[in-house]
C-alpha cells in the first residue's frame, strides 16, 4: 500500500482517535503527501501539528520539525510516544551521550519525528549528519519568526533558507498562526518554498469571548482579576503581568486570597521554572502567573480563561497570547485590563531601539494596538480578521465587548459563584463530535476527572496527555462498557486504549 492510496481516516481513528479532520487540515496532509511545499497559517487550536505528524507516520522516514522551545519539544514527542508513534528530541537539554544515541538511531530510521531548534539545525555539522538520516519532510513551526516583519523575528530562523539548497529534493511545510499579508510573502520567499500549497484557515476565533477595560487604579485592575479568577474558579487560566517583579506580586497577590497560584519567567532556576509548568499543566493549580516566557506552544486545550494586565506590544501578540485560551473549542475568555501608563512603557522599549528601520516598525506595532484597545469601535474579532487581511461578510461577532458589552463577571458582587458556561460545539475549530449539549452526569464527571489526575500524576505527565476534555466528556456521556465500545469515544485511539482502556472501564464502573 503506498502513501496515496492509504485510508488516512483510519490513520487518524488509530493513532490519534478521532474521526473527522478539521478544517484543512485533510488537504494540508494530502499536499504533504504528494512531496508538495506548503504555508500554512492556522490560529492556535486549529490543529496545525497533525497536519505535519500524520504525514510523517504515513511516509515512513523521519520528519524534522524545526521548533523554538525546548519545552515545547519534549511535550510534543512525548504525547506522540503516548500513542505509539516513535519521537525524538535533539536538543541540549540531553546528555552528550544521549544526543549521540539520538542522532545514531535517527541515522537508522527510527523516529517518524525529529525535533530540533533552529539553532541547532542550521549547524555545519547538524547538516551534514542530516545527509544520513531517511528525511520525508522539514517542518518549521512558528514560521513567522523568519521575518523581520514579523513580531518576534529571530535571525536564526532566517538561516532556515540553506534547507532549499541543501535538501533540494525534501518538501518544506512552514505553519504558524499569526503573520500579516507582509509576512506572509516573506515565509515564501526566505524559505523559497516552491509551488507551495497556501491554505489560510480563519483568524476568527468564535469561541473566544474579548473583554477590554482601561483601568485608572490598580484597585480597579485587581478587582476585574478576582471577578474574572472567581467566574473561572476551578478552571485553567494564563495572567499574563508586564515583569518579573509584577508576575512576583500577583503570585503573593493571589496565593494571599486564597487562590492556588505559580509564577513562571525566564529568571527562575529551571527546575522551579520547569515544576511550576508541570503544576498547572497537571491541573494541581489552576492559575499561572507568567511573563511573555511562558505559553509559546504550550499545548493545554481547556484553558479557559486568558488575562493580560499590561497591554501587549503588537496585535500579533496579543491574538497568539490571547488565543492560547480555548484551544478545545469550548467557549473562553480573552481579557485585556489595561492602564494608560502601559503606553509610556512600550514608548520607553521603543526609544531604546537603534535601527531605524526597525525603530518605524516598532511604532507601527504601537499605534495599531493603541488602536485596537481605544481608538476603534468596531467588532474586536472583526478588526482582528482585518489586520490579518480576511474580510468576514459579519459586522457583528457577539462575543466581544463592543458588540454585546461587558461580561456578567465585571458586575458580579464579592461572593458570585462560577459562571455557568454553556457546553457549545464549534464548527471552526472543534476536532471531534462530541455533543457538549447532550447531559453529562456531572458526579460522574468529576469522578473521572479525578481519576485522570491521579492517574497523570502518578505516569508524571500533563493531564490531557491520558484524555482531554473533549474526550472525557464523551466517556461521560456514553458510558462504554467494552474495550470495543471505549474504541468510539472520541480521542482515544489503539495505543491510549491499550495503555488506560482497562482502567478507564473500571473507573466508569465503580460509579454505577
Known amino acids: 500500500m503506498t502513501p496515496t492510496t492509504i485510508d488516512l481516516h483510519a490513520v487518524l481513528r488509530e493513532y490519534w482517535g478521532y474521526d473527522q479532520f478539521r478544517p484543512l487540515q485533510e488537504r494540508i496532509v494530502h499536499a504533504l503527501i504528494g512531496g508538495r511545499d506548503v504555508a500554512v497559517i492556522m490560529p492556535t487550536g486549529g490543529g496545525k501539528s497533525l497536519c505535519y505528524q500524520l504525514p510523517a507516520v504515513v511516509l515512513g522516514g523521519t520528519a524534522v520539525v524545526v521548533s523554538p522551545l525546548i519545552a515545547l519539544m519534549k511535550d510534543q514527542a512525548d504525547q506522540l510516544k503516548q500513542m505509539g508513534i516513535p519521537a525524538a528530541v535533539l536538543n541540549s537539554s540531553l546528555k552528550p551521550s544521549e544526543q549521540a544515541l539520538v542522532m545514531k538511531e535517527a541515522a537508522a530510521g527510527a523516529y517518524r519525528l525529529l525535533y530540533l531548534a533552529p539553532e541547532r539545525l542550521v549547524r555545519s555539522d547538524t547538516f551534514h549528519w542530516l545527509k544520513q538520516v531517511p528525511l520525508s519532510l522539514f517542518a518549521i513551526d512558528e514560521a513567522h519568526c523568519i521575518s523581520e516583519w514579523g513580531h518576534e523575528f529571530r535571525p536564526e530562523y532566517r538561516q532556515l533558507k540553506q534547507l532549499r539548497d541543501r535538501f533540494p529534493d525534501t518538501p518544506i511545510a512552514a505553519f504558524t498562526a499569526s503573520a500579516t499579508q507582509r509576512v506572509r510573502h516573506d515565509i515564501l520567499a526566505q524559505l523559497s518554498l516552491r ?3 497556501k491554505f489560510i484557515a480563519s483568524f476568527h476565533r468564535s469561541n473566544l469571548r474579548m473583554f477590554m477595560r482601561q483601568c485608572d487604579s490598580e484597585e480597579e485592575r485587581e478587582r476585574l482579576l478576582l471577578a474574572a479568577l472567581r467566574a473561572h474558579k476551578g478552571e485553567s487560566v494564563i495572567i499574563y503581568a508586564p515583569t518579573i517583579r509584577a508576575v512576583g506580586d500577583m503570585v503573593d ?5 486564597k487562590i492556588p497560584t505559580v509564577g513562571y519567567h525566564g529568571q527562575m532556576e529551571t527546575a522551579d521554572r520547569k515544576a511550576n509548568q508541570e503544576k498547572w499543566m497537571s491541573d494541581e493549580v489552576n492559575v499561572l502567573v507568567g511573563t511573555i516566557a511562558f505559553g509559546l506552544g504550550i499545548n493545554k486545550p481547556a484553558v479557559r ?3 493580560h494586565l499590561s497591554m501587549p506590544k503588537s496585535l500579533e501578540q496579543y491574538y497568539q497570547e490571547a488565543g492560547r485560551a480555548g ?9 485585556l485590563l489595561w492602564r494608560p501608563k502601559d503606553f509610556g512603557l512600550l514608548v520607553h522599549f521603543i526609544d531604546q531601539v537603534q535601527d531605524p528601520t526597525e525603530k518605524q516598525r516598532s511604532w507601527d506595532r504601537y499605534h495599531t494596538m493603541r488602536n485596537f484597545v481605544e481608538g476603534s469601535k468596531q467588532c474586536r474579532h472583526r478588526q482582528l480578521c482585518l489586520h490579518f487581511g480576511e474580510t468576514p461578510k459579519w459586522m457583528e461577532c457577539g462575543m466581544c465587548d463592543v458588540c454585546v458589552g461587558a461580561p456578567d463577571w465585571v458586575t458580579a458582587s464579592d461572593d458570585s459563584i462560577l459562571i455557568k458556561r454553556r ?3 464549534m464548527p471552526i475549530t472543534v476536532v471531534d463530535a462530541v455533543d457538549f449539549e447532550a447531559p453529562v452526569d456531572e458526579e460522574l464527571l468529576e469522578h473521572m476527572k479525578t481519576w485522570r489526575r491521579d492517574v497523570a500524576k502518578a505516569a508524571g505527565l500533563p493531564t490531557f496527555f491520558i484524555l482531554n476534555d473533549a474526550g472525557l466528556i464523551d466517556l461521560c456521556r456514553k458510558r462504554p462498557r467494552t474495550m470495543n465500545e471505549l474504541m468510539h469515544v472520541s480521542g482515544i485511539g489503539v495505543k491510549k486504549a491499550e495503555a488506560y482502556g482497562a482502567q478507564m472501564l473500571a473507573a466508569l464502573k465503580a460509579k454505577r
Open 253 to 257: 497577590l493571589l496565593n494571599s486570597r
Open 195 to 197: 509551488d507551495p500549497g
Open 305 to 307: 480563561a486568558v488575562i
Open 423 to 425: 457546553r457549545a460545539r
Open 327 to 335: 484551544r478545545d473549542g469550548d467557549e473562553s475568555d480573552c481579557v
